[in-house]
């Protein structure tokens, strides 16, 4: 079982819908949480952090449940601009940062 | 500006034949990483530099290989690159771990090499 799973999308929505999208991860000893957003054939980029009282940026909403070791990015009111492949990404301690395969956003206008 | 840069970004080679990217960084950070990624797959981290510290996945192929020669500069070389080492290559930087929540990277555009 790979140590942080994503439903891979792509998820195709409409300009102004709400889309979430969901993370998994398996090692309980995980303790920071962040979604980064990587466009097509680009770097990967911070989008947010994760804490554990959920926290929100503008139309993105993060939120994180420990018991279930899962993790959960809101967008609302949609753009095309947010068409972007998104990382849900799990850090244990010192260690390096363990990256999901992503989820594919298309907006659709 | 940007901050970490890779060279070069699109690297052409034959099969076996040795190729070498480069990264540099501006931020003066003491971490930095290595990362392969082949198209929609996960960023996979090949190794990181800790200061001189070196630190290599155990799954990384010998093949890989890794000089930073000063806290600026970080090199990546394939020895004899195979068709299932075609990816892109990203270099990343962090501050030193070891802080709760730090999780920013700082990536460079990558470097893309295809392998004939």
């Known amino acids: 079982r790979k140590e942080v799973e994503q439903d891979p999308g792509p998820f195709n929505v409409p300009e102004g819908a709400t889309v979430a999208f969901n993370c998994t991860y398996s090692?309980?000893?995980?303790?920071?949480f962040f979604w980064y957003r990587q466009d097509c054939r680009k770097e990967p980029k911070l989008l947010m952090s994760?804490?554990?009282s959920g926290n929100e940026d503008g139309r993105f909403t993060a939120q994180l449940n420990r018991a279930s070791q899962y993790i959960s990015l809101l967008i609302r009111d949609s753009k095309l601009s947010d068409s972007a492949t998104y990382l849900c990404?799990?850090?244990?301690?010192?260690?390096?940062?363990?990256f999901g395969k992503g989820t594919r956003l298309s907006v659709i206008a | 500006d940007a901050m970490v840069i890779q060279n070069p970004r699109y690297q052409v080679t034959q099969f076996g034949k040795p190729v070498t990217l480069s990264c540099s960084q501006t931020?003066?950070?003491?971490?930095m990483y290595w990362y392969q990624q082949k198209s929609s797959q996960a960023p996979k981290l090949l190794f990181h530099?800790?200061?001189?510290?070196?630190?290599n996945e155990a799954d990384t192929p010998d093949n890989f290989q890794s000089r930073r020669p000063n806290t600026s500069f970080c090199f990546l070389d394939i020895r004899s690159p195979g068709l299932g080492d075609a990816a892109m290559y990203l270099c990343?930087?962090?501050?030193?771990?070891?802080?709760?929540?730090?999780?920013?990277?700082?990536f460079g555009e990558g470097s893309r090499l295809t392998v004939l």
């Open positions: 990343a930087t962090s501050r030193a771990p070891g802080t709760l929540n730090t999780g920013e990277l700082f």
């Open positions: 090692n309980s000893a995980s303790q920071s």
């Open positions: 994760v804490y554990s």
């Open positions: 990404v799990v850090k244990r301690g010192n260690t390096p940062l363990v």
């Open positions: 931020l003066n950070h003491n971490v």
């Open positions: 530099y800790y200061d001189k510290d070196f630190n």
